[in-house]
């Protein structure tokens, strides 16, 4: 029975894990492709953006955040689904993948992105442009994938039918169906 239990668990580690990896690696696609990068132009200090580049900048946050947001509730909501062999372990699985997630999505967007401006403008002259290489700018953006991917876990677990199902008798205690009225009444009045 034991060696059932353990090869549950691997299995649940793996499914999970590797779900929510997968998800990162898709998410890295994604990101790269649909974030347009900020561009540097090189000036005679070294390199400078302007306003209209500073708020790009921000968009490729904002594009980290809506990705990790939209595929950890999905890859939450999902696994917490179809991994019900033990909602416990499956939800402290759900957090390590989601971990393993945001740094998955940010290295592979940052490998598919652009290269680091540093470098590309170290030998042109004034004037030249280079795109920023993606990265998350702040740590928080990295919170999104565990937060989003509890929370589809949560829908689950909120709406799971095993919380309809009959409790079993606490020994000692008296059925509601014996009770008599008084009994209830005089409860109720405390």
């Known amino acids: 029975m034991t060696a059932r239990v353990g090869r549950g668990a691997l299995a649940d580690t793996v499914t999970v894990v590797g779900a929510l990896v997968v998800l990162g690696v898709l998410g890295g696609v994604l ?24 708020s790009r900048r921000f968009a490729v946050d904002g594009w980290y955040s809506v990705i990790a947001v939209v595929a950890g509730f999905l890859g939450g909501l999902g696994l917490t689904w179809w991994r019900t062999r033990d909602f416990r372990l499956t939800v402290v699985l759900l957090v390590l993948g989601a971990v393993a997630a945001a740094w998955v999505m940010a290295t592979v967007g940052a490998a598919l992105g652009p290269e680091d401006p540093e470098t590309v403008l170290a030998e042109a002259e004034r004037g030249a442009h280079a795109p920023v290489a993606l990265a998350v700018s702040a740590v928080p953006f ?32 008296m059925p509601d169906r014996d009770r008599g009225v008084g009994e209830n009444a005089a409860s109720t009045d405390r």
Do not use: C, F
């Not at 492709?33 to 580049?53: C, F, H, I, N, Q």
């Not at 989003?148 to 039918?161: H, N």
């Open 31 to 54: 990101w790269s492709l649909l974030v347009d990068p900020a561009v540097l132009t090189k000036s005679r200090d070294g390199a400078a953006m302007g306003e209209l580049e500073l």
């Open 142 to 173: 990295y919170l999104m994938w565990p937060v989003a991917v509890l929370a589809g876990s949560l829908m689950v677990l909120w709406s799971s039918p095993g919380a309809d199902l009959p409790r079993e008798p606490v020994p000692g205690a």
